[in-house]
């Protein structure tokens, strides 16, 4: 009976460890698998078996002493039985025996082990694929998490997320994708798809477009993980640098943002004592390190930029409006869109009053530049609501919660669409 007792504790152990080692390792797993395979595909699949296969074995065994080297080398020599299985003994699988350790663990050369996490995003993250696929692999093969994880946190079936990473792969390998770094006149234009899918990976977690809760902290931190993950093998490039500031900037603010029963609490209202000051200095401390290549911020260090006035005021009155206008300005500049000057009239509300900005926020009406979107009537009702014509501001705020999908944002519109009277 004692053994029986020690069977589920020996099992819980060995699955908390495999999926620690997981979690932490995958990108450089997979990473290896696919250098050494020249098989994206493969070096994923391999990967997953050798997973499941440590949950029997580190079961029996014990955790290995270089768990994540057990974890390769069991992957590679799937990898070789895959090529075993699939033809006679090619060049392919006599260079990978060749290549085979002869022990269980594996040390591996830290600056390699970049350049194949680099690739990894580089690949996941590749131009042939939606934008949908893109977010699933790099999720599931740089990030390790599971599809059911990531189902869980955008709100589809499970599935569908599997569908996605099959299809990914497959035209992965149609389309002939090299598993290497980008030459260097293209990177840094796929640098910029690599960092798009990083931002929707954390916006959707900050601020959840459906569903029941504004955010997924889970899905935010794990974009702020993959973030470090890319300043750290990328630790000249200053737009990886602003990115990350403002993951954390804006991740600051989340143990303020949601009320006990997960109510939405606007920044006016937040308790800025809450606010992780220990993100605050991370974030400045990677805008700093965005500002000092000397090249001026881009998009995403713009956006940390407006992001450190708000963590350095006090309070929403004592922020430097004038300063986020510019700022706004400046973005629009360098990457315009409707969402931006939509932000810019909130700030100019602030800076010089309502009037103004709802000048700029009647040109995106009349140009239709974001329709469907919830976004703009619920900031074109909160200026009618200052300039006092209160009818048209109720009837704005009505029409955002019609077209909000996350059910908390709609609460809130609808109790100040309430308030109106």
């Known amino acids: 009976m004692p053994q029986a007792a020690d069977g589920p504790r020996a ?11 997981w979690r932490m390792e995958s990108a450089r797993i997979v990473g290896a698998l696919a250098r050494y395979t020249k098989d994206f595909a493969l070096a994923e699949d391999v990967a997953q078996e050798a997973m499941a296969e440590a949950l029997i074995a580190w079961e029996r065994d014990g955790e290995p002493a270089n768990p994540a080297g057990w974890l390769l080398s069991t992957a590679r020599r799937r990898a070789i039985d895959a090529y075993r299985r699939g033809s006679a003994l090619d060049e392919r699988y006599a260079t990978l025996a060749r290549q085979l350790p002869a022990g269980e663990e ?22 042939v694929l939606s934008a949908e696929a893109r977010v699933a692999l790099t999720l599931r093969a740089v990030g390790g998490l599971t599809s059911e ?24 390998a149609a389309a002939g994708v090299p598993f290497e770094l980008p030459p260097a006149e293209e990177r840094g234009q796929r640098l910029g798809g690599v960092l798009s899918v990083l931002y929707v990976i954390f916006t959707e977690g900050s601020t959840a477009t459906a569903g029941d809760q ?10 702020i993980r993959l973030a470090r993950m890319l300043t750290a093998v990328l630790p000249a490039e200053p737009e990886a640098h602003g990115l990350l ?23 006016e209202d937040q308790n800025r004592r809450l606010w992780d000051r220990s993100a605050i200095r991370r974030g400045l401390a990677a805008l ?19 992001a450190s006035c708000h963590a350095s005021a006090a309070s929403v009155g004592e922020t430097d409006w004038e300063r986020v206008v510019l700022l706004y300005e400046a973005l629009g500049r360098v990457a315009p869109s409707p969402v931006v ?9 602030m800076a010089t009053g309502p009037q103004s ?6 040109d995106l009406v009349a140009t239709d530049r974001l329709a469907g979107s919830h976004l703009l009537p619920t900031v074109r009702g909160e200026l009618l609501t200052r300039l006092g014509r209160i009818a048209e501001a109720r009837a704005e705020l009505e029409l955002a919660a019609r077209l909000c999908g996350n059910a908390r944002e709609r609460s809130v519109l609808l109790r100040k669409a309430a308030a109106l009277g």
Request: proline share 6%; hydrophobic share 50%.
């Open 245 to 267: 500031a403002l993951f954390e900037l804006t991740a600051a603010r989340f143990p303020a943002r949601t009320g006990p029963d997960g109510e939405p609490i606007l920044l």
């Open 357 to 362: 900005a709802l000048n700029i926020v009647d």
């Open 11 to 21: 099992a819980d152990a060995a699955r908390r460890a495999v999926e620690a080692v």
């Open 106 to 127: 594996l040390d591996w050369d830290p600056d390699r082990i970049d350049d194949d996490v680099l690739a990894l995003m580089f690949v996941s993250c590749h131009p």
């Open 149 to 172: 994880e990531i189902a869980r946190a955008f709100l589809v079936p499970v599935p569908t997320v599997q569908a996605r990473i099959t299809r990914a792969k497959k035209t992965i």
């Open 288 to 306: 700093a390190q965005a500002a000092s290549a000397g090249r001026g911020l881009g998009p995403y260090g713009l956006q940390a930029a407006i």
């Open 341 to 349: 000057e939509l932000n810019r009239a909130v700030a100019v509300a």
């Open 214 to 223: 504004l955010v997924r902290a889970d899905l935010a931190y794990e974009a």
